[in-house]
């Protein structure tokens, strides 16, 4: 796609510079568009990731708490 632009963009320049500069300005602020996107995407996917790593801590520290609930309630019982 890229390069049917330029190819278009240079035909432009050759022969109406107002337009070709519209078109220039389209063609760019599509880029930028498509650079945001990826950004956005990059952006979601580090989300995912550490929400699947904080699952996982959680995860752990529920583990712990059950683990220290049931030492806690064998000593209970001990000391009775």
């Given at each position: 796609m890229i390069n049917n632009e330029i190819v278009r963009l240079e035909r432009l320049l050759k022969s109406n510079k107002l337009e070709f500069l519209d078109e220039l300005s389209f063609v760019l602020n599509h880029l930028q568009i498509e650079n945001k996107i990826g950004d956005i995407i990059k952006v979601k996917l580090a989300f995912k990731n550490t929400l699947e790593e904080l699952q996982e801590i959680l995860a752990e520290?529920?583990?712990?708490?059950?683990?220290?609930?049931?030492?806690?309630?064998?000593?209970?019982l001990i000391r009775r």
């Open positions: 520290k529920m583990e712990l708490i059950d683990k220290i609930s049931k030492i806690n309630a064998v000593s209970h």
